[in-house]
Every structure is written in C-alpha cells, then in structure tokens.
C-alpha cells in the first residue's frame, strides 16, 4: 500500500532561516505529489503539487519542492522563513483513488 | 465562490448522541472526502464519494455513515459518539470523478465527545 512519511515532527526556526521538511512516499509508480500547508485555526490550502515534467516545482508564498525519483522524495523548501509561515505542512501522494497524507510537520519561526 | 462549507464549525456531544455533519461544495466538483484530523496522526480518510450516487469507506469508517444527498452535498453521521471520536472533522472536494487531483478542503468542525 501506498505510505507517506514525513520524518521532521516539529521544527523550530527563526526568521530568515533556510528549511527544508522532509517527505518520502513508497508507491513506486507514477506519482503525483503535493504539499499542503495548514495555518493555526485555518483549513488546508495547497502549497504546490508536481504531477510530472520539471522536478523542481515552484509554490505560492517562496516555497519550493524537489522530486528525487531515486530517493523517493519530495522535501519541501524556502530560504528564508517568515515569522507568517508558522503552521503545519502536510505531504501527500495520489493513492489509487485518494490521497494520502503524512503526518505533517509542524513548524514554529520564532522573530 | 464559498468554496467548501462545513456546519457546525463547534459541537460537543454526550457519549451515546447521534448527530449529522454538513458539508457543501459550490464547485462542481464531482469527487467530495470526509477526513478526521488529530494531534501525530495527521488526516485520515473517513469515507469518500467519486462521484454522485457512490460512497467509498476510507482508512477509518467505523462508527461513521455517509449520505452524498446530490454533487454538492455530502455528509457525515455518528449515529452513537464515543469519546475517540472527539476530533477536527473536515471535508474536502476535487475536480475529476475518481482521481483525487487537487483537493479543496472546508473550514473544519470541531467535535468533542464527552
């Protein structure tokens, strides 16, 4: 069956600080990927998503991820965190009918 | 566009109380997921619907029963709630029957059984 592991349980930053959350899925066929962020009391919103061509994909808000078909990743980046990105990041993979969620990480960027 | 909507955004139930949880998607969106988040476990798939008129069981279906009423509307029972089942419940919707590309997910409700 078709996981997702997101090893980086919490994270704490300070602003201007480079991150880098990691994701790794185990599904072994064509995959698709996203990565979605969840800000304190709100719901998910989509972050980017790769779904094949350049693996790196570029987000909203600076972020960035790279999809490593040999390592089975799909980290998540941004060189320089703001104290506005303190939330909870979930990676996904594309099941055979539904998504997947890791257990997300959360990310605290103190000023 | 309101996007998702989900009422109630707040409940507290008793042990043994049944109640329904709405959701409705303005979109069009054909496929619409029910999840259950709590604290290290991130979400989990309750049930889903592909398309209209089919219900699918997720990774966490007991104690949980769903109505797609029509493509905008889907909802989530507890028929008799149990403490574990205190949560956030939030729901979602995609765009292609079947294949869960991009999700969109509603404000979430919290639940807490006592």
């Known amino acids: 069956a078709q996981s997702v592991s997101q090893h980086n349980h919490h994270v704490i930053l300070s602003e201007a600080a480079s991150l880098e959350l990691g994701c790794n899925y185990s599904y072994g066929g064509t995959v698709n990927l996203f990565w979605y962020v969840q800000y304190p009391g709100q719901h998910l919103q989509l972050l980017l998503k790769y779904f094949s061509g350049d693996p790196l994909v570029k987000g909203i808000k600076g972020f960035e991820a790279e999809f490593i078909k040999s390592k089975f990743s799909f980290n998540l980046r941004k060189p320089s965190v703001q104290w506005s990105d303190t939330a909870e990041y979930f990676c996904?993979?594309?099941?055979?009918?539904?998504?997947?969620f890791g257990t997300g990480t959360r990310l605290q960027v103190f000023p | 566009n309101a996007g998702v909507t989900q009422t109630p955004k707040f409940q507290v139930l008793k042990t043994g109380q049944s109640m329904t949880l709405q959701c409705a998607q303005d979109m069009n969106h054909n496929s619409m997921y029910w999840y259950r988040q709590d604290p290290g476990m991130g979400l989990r798939l309750i049930y889903y619907?592909?398309?209209?008129?089919?219900?699918d069981k997720g990774e966490v279906p007991n104690g949980y029963n769903v109505s797609r009423l029509n493509k905008r509307e889907f909802s989530l029972r507890l028929e008799s709630a149990a403490p574990s089942q205190t949560s956030v419940y939030f729901c979602?919707?995609?765009?292609?029957?079947?294949?869960?590309?991009?999700?969109?997910f509603g404000p979430g409700t919290r639940l807490t059984v006592t």
């Open positions: 619907s592909a398309s209209e008129g089919t219900t």
């Open positions: 996904a993979v594309i099941g055979t009918d539904k998504l997947i």
């Open positions: 979602a919707s995609s765009n292609i029957a079947g294949v869960p590309y991009e999700q969109y």
